[in-house]
């Protein structure tokens, strides 16, 4: 394995900032989308299609990008990726109508598509196990800074200016952070660790990885695990803005409460690592998820009245907890597929965005009159299918 140039926390910082990048150009876009609406004449649910296409582009462009950094390194195709994502965002505030929006939000995508999966690969190359799982948690610590802020700066933005300005703070922030990776990240994968870019080579490498049950079980167990962040990602501004009538500066802080529970569970789960396996840690709080998400739901059914004073708290405590399950479940496939860490991202990286993109869908398309019913029934059943894969891979293990 190489040997870290710079400060352990520099090179976490950096590429922490850079992996934000994705998670600022969904939420801090979030509170724009009814002006976005009005702009362009179309209803918010229209619009809100633009971050599942968003996520759905992130996911498939992850697995072009996951082999193309294993053949030619992780520099070159973050660099790429990075330059992509400033060119969509500048572009955006030109926009007339839905099919532009679309279109260049899914050219951002592609563009932060690179950068997801190349800085897990490039973590993967320094670490491994225990080591591997505790970077994790610490890099999503700093990662989950930027949906805390995002909205919030969003909203603040919005009080002075139009919703153009949120696109080029976006632009921005990403010549900042890539100009940190430029000058301060060395390449992490030699030429000598490196294999040749074809076809043949990209089936091999995914075949490989999918020929192996309990990796296509942590693959979709981290989908799974990152499903309801995603469906409320997706349905939050309808929920609280239009259906309980939130404003948009309102409406930052409500949704920054969610990732400071994740910040506060990825750094209790660095100081788990020092004592307990990550996979166990894994297991239990897959298991600790399914008791808020229950009680959200049966509530959800039963009460409709006061229905910010239990779905705050409800969806804060089920989003919280899953930097013990994510983090972990992707040390548990990078740890397997050293070799093919690009390719091996790539895919956790796709199930991730994919089914955050099909969940997120799912919540909007049952969604009725913007309430909150469809967003918490379908939070529950990613939550049960988390559990079900946590059976089954006990089993396996236990076999």
């Not at 990286?349 to 913007?370: D, E, H, K, P, Y």
Request: proline residues 4%; positive net charge; contains cysteine.
């Amino acid at each position: 394995m190489p040997k870290l140039t710079i400060p352990f926390f520099l090179f976490l910082f950096i590429l922490g900032a850079l992996t934000g990048l994705t998670p600022f150009a969904v939420d801090m876009y979030i509170p724009s989308i009814i002006q976005i609406s009005e702009h362009i004449s179309q209803s918010e649910s229209i619009t809100q299609l633009s971050i599942t296409i968003f996520l759905f582009i992130s996911a498939i462009t992850q697995l072009f990008y996951g082999p193309l950094s294993d053949s030619f390194g992780r520099r070159k195709v973050i660099l790429i990726g990075i330059c992509i994502f400033i060119i969509a965002s500048l572009l955006i505030v030109f926009i007339q109508n839905i099919t532009q929006l679309l279109l260049l939000r899914a050219l951002q995508a592609a563009g932060g598509g690179a950068i997801a999966v190349c800085v897990n690969a490039i973590v993967r190359d320094y670490y491994n196990d225990n080591q591997l799982a505790k970077a994790m948690s610490y890099l999503i610590m700093i990662v989950i800074i930027a949906p805390m802020i995002a909205p919030i700066i969003g909203g603040l933005i919005l009080l002075r200016f139009d919703w153009q300005m949120i696109f080029y703070v976006i632009a921005f922030l990403a010549i900042v952070f890539g100009a940190g990776f430029y000058f301060f990240i060395q390449e992490s994968h030699p030429k000598s660790k490196r294999q040749p870019f074809n076809i043949k080579g990209i089936y091999s490498n995914y075949s490989h990885i999918l020929k192996q049950p309990r990796s296509i079980a942590y693959i979709l167990l981290g989908g799974f695990s990152s499903a309801p962040m995603f469906i409320f990602i997706t349905n939050s501004a309808s929920v609280y803005q239009v259906f309980l009538g939130i404003s948009a500066q309102q409406f930052g802080f409500y949704f920054g409460a969610n990732v400071l529970a994740m910040m506060a569970s990825s750094w209790i789960n660095t100081r788990l690592l020092n004592r307990f396996d990550y996979q166990n840690i894994m297991h239990f709080f897959i298991w600790a998820r399914l008791i808020p998400a229950s009680i959200l739901l049966i509530v959800s059914l039963i009460v409709d009245q006061h229905i910010l004073w239990y779905l705050f708290p409800g969806v804060v405590l089920s989003i919280g907890l899953m930097p013990f399950v994510g983090p972990n479940a992707s040390a548990a496939l990078l740890s397997k597929h050293g070799k093919h860490a690009g390719s091996a991202s790539a895919l956790a990286g796709a199930a991730r965005f994919g089914m955050g993109a099909v969940a997120g869908s799912l919540a909007s398309l049952t969604q009725i009159n913007n309430n909150h019913i469809s967003m918490v029934s379908w939070m529950f059943v990613m939550t049960i299918l988390c559990v079900l894969m946590s059976v089954w891979i006990r089993k396996q293990k236990n076999a």
